[in-house]
């Protein structure tokens, strides 16, 4: 089963864990600045020919699609670098198919990620890393997801994989094992350790995993991924307390926001997102525009 997923969501706990107050002190401590938060939306996926008609024109081919969905999200999950790492001649084609600001964020190769044997593989990293320079100003913030069944007893192959990752290239991680968590927040720990470096934590709210719900924050920046449910009505409840929450980290100085939106085969995420959009603009003054509708809801 698809991780988190449910039969039924109708017991589900929505309610948010409180803030992390060792998390809150580090982004108090960030550098001041006057530019306000930047939320950068986006999909797991552009594939989708469901959105022809949607937010991709009629008749719009398939090769076409990167294009027009550039022009309604800054960013994408990109999950195709979790199976293959993509070729310099691919990563040109993306370049030149996006907009100016856009940025990719690459799930980590799993041949690096899902076993402590490619955690420890330098060449394959350095093969990864020659990659992601090659998305150059498109480069957003990598992340890893780790199996659920990576747990604290690895510890020693991660850091070695952390010490190994240059300072230029900036990372998230996403935790799935239970042991990485103390009532439910990120080990301290393992949150200063990576608020030394400036590593960030990916956020998942998904209904069967309430339990690895975090608000741990370890970097200039978070990524959250909020899975839903079809356009449930608790989709659109908890996307508007986590526009809240976003606000109260942007008041105390979080610099980016990746916020990804998840539907059952992405099918409908446009139609959150635009949701979504309203939020962030009512609850934080994103300023975010409409996403750009070829027909009308």
Same mark, same amino acid.
């Given at each position: 089963m698809e991780f988190g997923k449910l039969s039924s969501i109708a017991n589900v706990d929505w309610s948010l864990p409180p803030d992390d107050g060792a998390s809150l002190?580090?982004?108090?401590?960030?550098?001041h600045t006057d530019t306000p938060t930047r939320f950068l939306l986006g999909t797991p996926?552009?594939?989708?020919k469901e959105?022809?008609?949607? $937010?991709?024109?009629?008749?719009?081919?398939?090769?076409d699609f990167l294009?027009?969905?550039?022009? #309604?999200? @800054?960013? $994408?999950?990109? #999950?195709?670098?979790?199976?293959?790492?993509?070729?310099?001649?691919?990563?040109?084609?993306w370049r030149e198919q996006v907009t100016p600001q856009f940025q990719f964020c690459p799930k980590l190769f799993q041949g690096l990620s899902h076993s402590e044997q490619g955690m420890l593989d330098n060449s394959l990293l350095k093969e990864w890393l020659r990659f992601v320079e090659s998305l150059q100003e498109h480069r957003g913030p990598c992340f890893? /997801? %780790? *199996? *659920?069944? %990576? @747990?604290?007893?690895?510890k020693a192959a991660l850091f070695y994989f952390l010490q190994q990752w240059p300072q230029e290239f900036e990372l998230a991680l996403e935790f799935r094992h239970p042991s990485w968590f103390k009532d439910r927040q990120i080990l301290p720990a393992l949150t200063q350790y990576l608020q030394g470096r400036g590593l960030g934590l990916v956020i998942t709210d998904v209904a069967g995993r309430r339990d690895v719900l975090h608000t741990s924050i370890s970097a200039p920046f978070t990524m959250l991924r909020i899975i839903g449910n079809d356009l449930d009505p608790s989709d659109y409840t908890r996307s508007q307390e986590w526009s809240r929450r976003l606000n109260h980290w942007s008041q105390?100085?979080? /610099?980016?926001?990746?916020? %990804?939106?998840?539907? *059952?085969d992405d099918i409908k995420s446009p139609e959150m997102t635009q949701a979504l959009i309203q939020y962030l #603009?009512?609850?934080? @003054?994103?300023?975010?525009?409409?996403?750009?509708?070829?027909?009308?809801?």
């Open positions: 002190a580090y982004l108090n401590k960030l550098p996926a552009w594939g989708h959105w022809v008609g949607k $937010i991709y024109p009629e008749k719009t081919k398939a090769a294009t027009h969905y550039a022009h #309604n999200y @800054d960013t $994408i999950e990109l #999950n195709t670098s979790h199976y293959r790492i993509p070729t310099h001649e691919q990563v040109l084609k890893v /997801q %780790f *199996p *659920p069944h %990576f @747990d604290y007893s690895r105390a100085g979080l /610099q980016r926001v990746y916020y %990804f939106v998840h539907e *059952p #603009n009512e609850e934080c @003054d994103a300023g975010l525009s409409p996403l750009k509708w070829c027909a009308t809801l």
